[in-house]
């Protein structure tokens, strides 16, 4: 079988446009999603890239499940289910005690936050948190870290945050491969949120 080799002539020339990048980004100027598209242009503009080579790296099948989970997500969020779910698990929950219910809450919050994302679930959450804490009697700053701590959880699926989505096609990754290592971290911030916070909030 052929392999193509590869062009190093305009090799400068990319790593300029990566550096230029990520100094905007990282500068504030535009964010990550509108810079890349930017750069990706110049890439072939510059002769980095040809056509032919940029669209050969677009996986249709990740475009669809990406549609799909993003619709999903919108669903979940604008018909009220996200809330629906909340209150039922956190009312199973609700008679073990705080807790119970700060530990139940940031799991929850992990979870979602791979499906819808970090902003929306922080937003979503939020309220959900205070009128918990509120039920309980209970300090809500606790209630309202846990939301922001298992809200930056987003790191199990594709679809949970921009740059996870930037790095999936170049890198060849598939979903699973976000899960596979994403889960695990997400359980094991579960656990030290669920160890530490007692001892920290005094619960």
């Known amino acids: 079988s052929s392999t193509e080799l590869p062009f190093t002539a305009r090799a400068l020339i990319a790593r300029l ?14 964010p990550i999603l509108h810079m890349s598209v ?21 996986d249709f099948r990740i475009f669809l499940l990406i549609v799909a989970a993003l619709a999903m997500g919108a669903a979940l969020q604008e018909t009220g289910g996200v809330n629906l ?13 705080p807790y119970a219910v700060l530990s139940t809450l940031f799991i929850l919050v992990a979870i979602l936050t791979n499906i819808l994302s970090n902003a929306a679930t922080a937003v979503l959450f939020t309220p959900v948190a205070l009128t918990v804490s509120a039920e309980l009697g209970a300090d809500p700053i606790p209630f309202v870290f846990a939301v922001i701590y298992a809200a930056n959880c987003c790191f199990a699926t594709p679809i949970a945050y921009q740059t ?40």
Not at 45 to 56: D, E, F, M, V, Y
Not at 170 to 196: A, E, N, Q
């Open 85 to 97: 779910i909340a209150q039922t698990i956190l009312g199973a929950v609700e008679p073990y005690g």
């Open 164 to 203: 996870n989505l930037l790095v999936m096609a170049p890198g060849h990754y598939r979903f699973s491969d976000y899960l596979r290592y994403g889960g695990p971290l997400v359980i094991l911030l579960w656990l030290v949120f669920t160890l530490i916070a007692p001892w920290r909030f005094d619960l």
């Open 38 to 58: 930017i750069a990706a242009f110049l890439m072939i503009i510059s002769g980095c890239l040809n056509i032919r080579q940029a669209t050969r790296s677009l």
């Open 17 to 30: 446009i990566c550096l230029i990048m990520i100094l905007i980004v990282s500068g504030g100027i535009l």
